[in-house]
């Protein structure tokens, strides 16, 4: 996934079961983003800088399901890195409270690698 194994990047995993457009799909890893930006700012605040400094990398990968999206935010818990997640607005696609998407970082890469390496880019 990375260029160099100690990499800073934000990984944003979307539940491919939706289909949802192109255009929803952007708008909800936007929001993903957004979410661990702000959250890494206070919490992760010397990774942040150092990914805004590495021009702020963002990979976006596919998972089956939301059950998928859960087994990764307890592993991103246990692991201690900021998450954020995307539960939809409903107004356009998909239910209210449909949750869309998982962002997980920014983090080292050889640490994204292990938990999420094995899936799909987008």
Do not use: N, Y
Not at 36 to 55: G, I, N, P, V, Y
């Amino acid at each position: 996934m990375s260029t160099s194994p100690d990499a800073v990047t934000l990984a944003v995993l979307v539940r491919q079961d939706l289909a949802m457009s192109p255009g929803k799909t952007a708008a909800q890893v936007a929001h993903a983003a957004v979410g661990c930006s702000l959250k890494a700012r206070k919490q992760a605040a010397a990774l942040f800088e150092r990914w805004r400094s590495e021009h702020g990398r963002i990979v976006v990968l596919g998972v089956d399901g939301v059950d998928d999206l859960d087994i990764h935010r307890q592993e991103a818990m246990e692991h201690r890195l900021v998450h954020h997640v995307v539960a939809d607005a409903g107004r356009t696609e998909v239910a209210p409270g449909t949750v869309t998407v998982l962002g997980i970082g920014p983090a080292q890469s050889s640490v994204l690698d292990v938990l999420v390496g094995h899936l799909q880019a987008l």
